[in-house]
């Protein structure tokens, strides 16, 4: 059965899966970005394969997508998936569902924040391409197929949405739903990696001491691994547009604050269009 690390991009999906990696895969309980491996991204190129005869056919894919889970599930082993996409229907086919999948970790961050990483990590032109990111609700991104580059198995159609809908989207799923917001993984992250470490405790019947879990939460700061990728680089990492040079991926971090970072008049046009949301979550 799949458990779910279900994140709109940017959100602090990757944070809190090499977490969960340090917890479960590393016998230090130490960070490493080289055991991010043990908990990978869905969808991949190599979930479909013998699947389907056109992958970059929305509609053959998204026919698949509950089948290649099956497939997944057949060693009836529970493994943790990192998924930026959003918990859609397509036609007649669901994303995902309750029979194959154990729960979902929900992470979530203010979208006055996410906007500058989207800027920054999708290189985008300006806040006004950023926000079209944002707000678009037929949005998807890794539908294009090159077999020159080298993320070609990550490079696969992902349906995104708007930041609203992708938010909506996932709290419907009420089978065992862990909300972590971003903001409180920062002002409080024993509190929420505790909260995270019961959460799959219960779910895995194990038990962690203590002292492993503050081990785990001490190295998986954001300047520790913000030291890691600097000391030995990070695969995930995107390249520059422009220049084709890696960028950091561990960036801003807590620096990214909206407040000093964004216009008054994008603050209130994001505040606008994602008020209901964003009221439910404690953000305005």
């Known amino acids: 059965m799949?458990?779910?690390l279900a994140s709109y991009p940017k959100s602090g999906n990757t944070w809190v899966r090499s977490f969960l990696t340090s917890l479960l895969y590393n016998k230090k309980n130490e960070a490493n970005l080289k055991d991010l491996v043990n908990i990978q991204q869905y969808p991949l190129r190599s979930h479909f394969t013998n699947l389907v005869s056109k992958i970059d056919d929305l509609s053959e894919l998204s026919s698949n997508w509950i089948l290649s889970q099956k497939i997944i599930n057949q060693d009836k082993k529970i493994k943790f998936f990192k998924t930026h996409h959003a918990l859609c229907k397509f036609k007649n086919s669901y994303f995902t569902n309750g029979e194959v999948s154990l729960g979902v970790v929900h992470i979530v961050r203010d979208p006055r924040n996410v906007i500058s990483s989207i800027l920054y990590h999708y290189s985008k032109k300006n806040y006004e391409e950023a926000k079209d990111f944002l707000f678009?609700?037929?949005?998807?991104?890794?539908?294009?197929?090159?077999p020159n580059d080298p993320e070609v198995n990550r490079n696969i159609f992902t349906?995104?949405?708007?930041?609203?809908?992708?938010?909506?989207?996932w709290k419907q799923f009420k089978k065992n739903y862990l909300l972590i917001k971003y903001e409180d993984l920062l002002s409080n992250p024993n509190d929420e990696f505790y909260n995270l470490s019961n959460y799959i405790?219960?779910?895995?019947?194990?038990?962690f001491e203590n002292n492993k879990i503050n081990h785990a939460i001490k190295s998986?700061?954001?300047e520790n691994l913000k030291k890691l990728e600097k000391e030995g680089g990070f695969e995930e990492a995107v390249s520059d547009k422009e220049t084709g040079e890696k960028k950091e991926f561990f960036n801003l971090g807590p620096a990214n604050d909206w407040s000093k970072l964004l216009s008054s008049e994008l603050r209130e046009s994001i505040e606008k269009e994602f008020e209901v949301e964003m009221r439910e979550l404690g953000y305005i």
């Open 2 to 4: 799949i458990i779910w």
């Open 136 to 146: 678009d609700e037929r949005k998807a991104i890794g539908k294009r197929f090159d």
């Open 201 to 207: 405790s219960k779910l895995l019947n194990i038990e």
């Open 159 to 169: 349906v995104l949405s708007s930041w609203k809908n992708h938010y909506t989207s």
């Open 220 to 222: 998986n700061s954001f």
